[in-house]
């Protein structure tokens, strides 16, 4: 594996562990305070599984590589987040929330790259 996939990988992972962490850790009160209006159109449960789906992305972005365990299962996880990313940026459209769309396009498009270099 190229050291630029590692480095993508890793800082993907970063993001979204981050991101699953902050919406499995706190309530979905503190996130809508946090500035995130999107979370007002879920329920606690439904912010808490995204949470956990974006860590265990983040590590399956990971752990099936460097364990040398169904590799494979890193580019179907790239291919996972690439799919919430685009549900994400569904949700900041019909919102007219603008300005979240680019960190959904960024953290979409760089999964994409990933699942493609894995399933490829």
């Not at 962490?21 to 159109?41: N, P």
């Not at 396009?105 to 490829?120: C, D, P």
């Amino acid at each position: 594996m190229t050291t630029t996939l590692w480095i993508i990988q890793g800082l993907l992972a970063l993001a979204f562990l981050g991101a699953g962490a902050m919406k499995t850790l706190k309530s979905r009160e503190e996130i809508i305070a946090m500035g995130l209006g999107w979370a007002e159109d879920f329920t606690d449960g439904t912010v808490r599984a995204i949470g956990t789906l974006e860590v265990a992305g983040a590590l399956g972005l990971i752990l099936p590589v460097l364990l040398d365990i169904v590799p494979v299962l890193t580019g179907v996880a790239a291919a996972c987040l690439v799919l919430t990313m685009a549900g994400a940026g569904v949700v900041h459209v019909r919102r007219s929330e603008w300005g979240n769309l680019a960190p959904n396009l960024v953290l979409g498009g760089l999964s994409a790259f990933v699942a493609y270099s894995h399933l490829a």
